[in-house]
């Protein structure tokens, strides 16, 4: 193998065999380097000048560092390097040239290091390749972002809120988001958005996420009309267009913000299905004042907010349980019909499986009242339970009526 080859060896140490011109005496470097100047017999003191502690051997080797001129030897120069290197500290993880330990110098045009060369500048590219992408993904995404955005600024909402926040300037805001990164894919070509790097669609991704989330929660809490909310709402898209650095920080405290915000869409789904029941009013209103505040809501007040809406929501059904355990509830039973809940002459809601008809007669569990029926009727003192199902006659009832209106009957 010819010197300077690609090879296996990171760091050369083959001897050189040539003379100094000077004195004639043997070169003190390694094949393939520069020569160095100093020699081992008559420049003694200067050769064997401690640094790394290894200078003073018979066979010690040097190298001249071409990008500072400092002669070091060899072996303490790669015990050093070996210290200094990522591969052995786990804290260090940049990618950059090795340098010389006298100076700091980067080592660039030293031919004993271009194995270590290039692979930091592989290393550089590989990095490159993840912080910008491909030209084939990034046109692929780019496409896909500027049509979301498009869609997103051509949205119309018919709503309280949005009127509401179109009018204190927060919908103005939106919009001038919107066109702010629609602006970032202009192109020489009006018909073919502008190809973006991975990293400026990455945040673009990310803010059209958020807007999507702010977007769904606007139309969640149509006709809800609340003050706090708007202002709210104004805050974090002003935010947004002043303040928006797409870090991991700030990622995170937006999404928590938007997440306290759709606790109101809860407390205007209650308020809507209830009537005007002062208890339950009055345990809405505590829950809407936890979190109407411009300060953080903490674990403990959501946590606090989520107990006065799961006792409203009792209330509200009047059944003892909340809509999501009613919900859970049918789901699990399903009947594929409404009709098949019952309750008893105090109220106690019970079922009654097959066809939904009363065939047979035993006690409610609760209160110790008879239950159920005979031959599909179901006993006077008990009555079809409406609030669970919504339906207003029995599951059998409903299907002699229409097999009558079938026969004609």
Known sequence: MKCGEKCDRDICDEPCKKKLKKCKHNCIGICGEKCPELCRICNKDRVNEIFFGTEEEVDARFVVLNDCKHILEIEGLKQWLQLNSNDNNEEKTDIQLKTCPKCKTPIRTTKLFNSSIQQTHRDIERVKQLYFGSFEDNEKRSLELHQKLYNMHNMNFDSKLFQAVYQSKSMQYFNVIIKNYIDKFKSRDPEVPKVLYKHELEIIFNMIQILEKIFDLILKLKDYENEFLEKRLHCLLRFLIDSFENNEQQLDDILKEIQVLSLFEQIAMLRKKHSSNDNTT????????????????????????????????????????????????????????????????????????????????SICPECREAIGGGS???????????????????????????WNANQGI
Request: with cysteine; proline share 1%; aromatic share 8%.
């Open 282 to 361: 009055q345990l809405l209103n505590k829950a809407e004042a936890i979190i109407c505040k411009y300060n953080a809501v903490s674990e403990e007040e959501i946590a606090q907010f989520k107990s006065l809406l799961n006792e409203a929501s009792k209330m509200i059904t009047g059944l003892g349980i909340s809509f999501e355990e009613k919900q859970m509830i049918l789901k699990a039973m399903n009947f594929g019909q409404r009709g098949h809940w019952y309750k008893c002459p105090n109220g106690h809601i019970y079922c009654i499986t097959e066809c939904g008809g009363a065939m047979q007669q």
């Open 376 to 402: 599909h009727r179901l006993l006077s003192s008990n009555s079809v339970a409406t609030e669970m199902d919504g339906a207003s006659i029995g599951a059998f009832d409903q299907n002699v009526q229409v």
